[in-house]
């Protein structure tokens, strides 16, 4: 397994070089509501770096270009969904050209993945960071009463 510091290294890598297309979908994510649609990009998961990734709601957004529908690259993409699903994550691919086409189509289609249909009220939805140094201190204790001897 490839160390995480450099995972980290290649999904900053990853957000520095972003394609015309997940730039677009990049912008357009940023405007949905932020209640439970917290999304990050290029985002370090298990083996794998995801392009866009929105922790709340186990959803994986992959935006594919044409050579994804090459022979090795989509063997490679197949396996990789598999791990994600195995791991419990829902994943939405999309063509740069729907992404350029119709982007209001795909926004509609993120948005009934995470909420149930196009009609769905929002629901707040939180996930647990994890801490990259030591864990917060704890609540100080309040001394017990003492008991009488």
């Known amino acids: 397994m490839i160390s995480t510091s450099i995972r980290r290294s290649?999904?900053?890598?990853?957000?520095?070089?972003?394609?015309?297309?997940?730039?677009?979908?990049?912008?357009?994510?940023?405007?949905?509501?932020?209640?439970?649609t917290h999304f990050r990009r290029?985002?370090?998961?298990?083996?794998y770096i995801v392009d866009f990734l929105c922790p709340a709601k186990r959803l994986v957004?992959?935006?594919?270009?044409?050579?994804?529908?090459?022979?090795?690259?989509?063997?490679?993409?197949r396996a990789r969904q598999r791990w994600l699903e195995k791991e419990g994550y829902r994943v939405?691919?999309?063509?740069?050209?729907?992404?350029?086409?119709?982007?209001?189509?795909v926004l509609e289609q993120i948005y009934v993945?995470?909420?149930g249909s196009r009609e769905a009220d929002i629901t707040l939805a939180k996930h647990r960071r994890r801490l990259r140094s030591?864990?917060?201190?704890?609540?100080?204790?309040?001394?017990?009463p003492s008991r009488g001897g």
Request: aromatic share 4%; proline share 10%.
């Open 10 to 36: 290649a999904a900053r890598k990853l957000r520095a070089n972003t394609t015309p297309h997940e730039r677009l979908l990049w912008r357009a994510l940023k405007e949905l509501p932020r209640s439970g």
């Open 134 to 144: 030591s864990p917060h201190p704890a609540a100080p204790r309040r001394p017990s």
């Open 113 to 115: 993945k995470m909420h």
């Open 92 to 105: 939405l691919r999309f063509w740069n050209s729907e992404i350029a086409r119709d982007l209001k189509a």
């Open 61 to 77: 957004i992959e935006v594919d270009g044409g050579h994804h529908s090459d022979g090795e690259t989509a063997r490679h993409d």
């Open 42 to 47: 290029q985002a370090p998961l298990g083996p």
